[in-house]
């Protein structure tokens, strides 16, 4: 045999090793690829959505809307990204979820479960396209003693790699939230580090928050019955966030204590389920202008609905104050910044 087959032969081997001790991950990206595929294939242009007398007038508004927003986003926020790709496209869902997110974590801890992604790094939650293998690796999951949390995915980003379509469940908000989610994930494609989850999320909440109050404003007047809607909301929403995470903290300090660790299983798992009780009922405490939207203890609710809120909106203070101290509440020149100091997706 010729060294130059040997080395095929060897890269081959090599190549099948890799395939069979990364077949979890190889698994689950085809599967992946083949939902981002369908979307992919089966969107339409907006342009050819908004010149289409059949296609709905209401759709119609609310893409428009996504024009607006995205156009603010670049000319008065400064997320430039490549707006080629991102939200040039419809795709209609048809009123099903386009993907769902797994989350879990120990029944006693405050760690998140984590998995590892190339490039990106770790992330405390898993998006699946497939639901029967959602299914599959909860059911995994659960089998290791593991408390499990499923959600939908109301948009997401793919940093710049993919093109990103607009979803027709994203055009059932108000302009407030529409921009807000806008905002979101045109800020992982503007400013991104890697393997770091948390910061990523809560620094694309926090500008997602300030860019929407100035889009509304802008848009709508800064007196106007939209905004005083949007800011009553938003103050409601932080007072939530503050509450979880003193229930948070709460949680994780009862688990790490010693008298908590030595009680059997069932003592802890019967203190546990009294005190997240005890944590959702002192909302009604909470002075909310839609207390609909935010009192009320969530089905199922585990660990993971705190490490969600956790993820996404429990660092906000950390931004505020060097947004309001070092920026003086100025957007673009924080964004500028941040840009500079982080640099975005694709090492760019």
């Known amino acids: 045999m010729s060294n130059r087959r040997k080395i095929l032969?060897?890269?081959?081997?090599?190549?099948?090793?890799?395939?069979?001790?990364?077949?979890?991950?190889?698994?689950?990206?085809?599967?992946?690829?083949?939902?981002e595929a369908h979307m992919l294939?089966?969107?339409?242009?907006i342009t050819e959505c908004l010149s289409d007398p059949a296609f709905p007038d209401s759709l119609k508004t609310g893409l428009r809307m996504v024009g607006e927003i995205k156009s603010f986003a670049r000319q008065n926020l400064g997320i430039l990204g490549d707006s080629e790709a991102v939200y040039t496209t419809f795709f209609d869902l048809k009123g099903r979820p386009l993907m769902h997110t797994l989350r879990a974590c120990a029944p006693y801890s405050m760690q998140p479960y984590t998995w590892s992604f190339p490039v990106v790094g770790r992330f405390p939650y898993k998006g699946f396209f497939n639901n029967k293998a959602l299914l599959a690796e909860q059911a995994e999951l659960r089998a290791q003693g593991l408390e499990t949390e499923t959600g939908e995915v109301a948009a997401f980003s793919t940093l710049g790699w993919l093109p990103e379509p607009v979803l027709s469940s994203m055009l059932q908000r108000g302009p407030g939230s529409l921009a807000n989610l806008i905002i979101h994930e045109l800020t992982h494609g503007w400013v991104f580090v890697p393997d770091s989850t948390d910061f990523n999320e809560n620094l694309a909440n926090f500008i997602a928050d300030e860019g929407a109050r100035l889009f509304i404003a802008h848009k709508y007047g800064p007196a106007s019955e939209k905004m005083h809607r949007y800011k009553y909301i938003r103050t409601d929403r932080e007072r939530y966030m503050a509450h979880l995470h003193r229930g948070y903290t709460q949680l994780d300090s009862t688990y790490n204590s010693a008298a908590f660790k030595i009680l059997p299983d069932f003592q802890k798992a019967k203190f546990k389920a009294a005190l997240m009780k005890s944590i959702f009922s002192r909302l009604d405490t909470l002075q909310f202008s839609y207390p609909e939207r935010f009192c009320g203890m969530p089905d199922s609710v585990n660990n993971n609905y705190f490490l969600g809120y956790s993820t996404y909106e429990f660092r906000q203070s950390m931004f505020k104050k060097e947004f309001e101290e070092r920026f003086k509440g100025n957007l673009p020149a924080y964004i500028v910044y941040l840009r500079n100091k982080y640099g975005g997706p694709k090492g760019s």
């Open 9 to 35: 032969l060897a890269l081959l081997l090599f190549l099948c090793l890799l395939a069979f001790i990364f077949r979890d991950l190889l698994s689950y990206g085809i599967g992946q690829a083949r939902g």
């Open 41 to 45: 294939l089966n969107t339409r242009p």
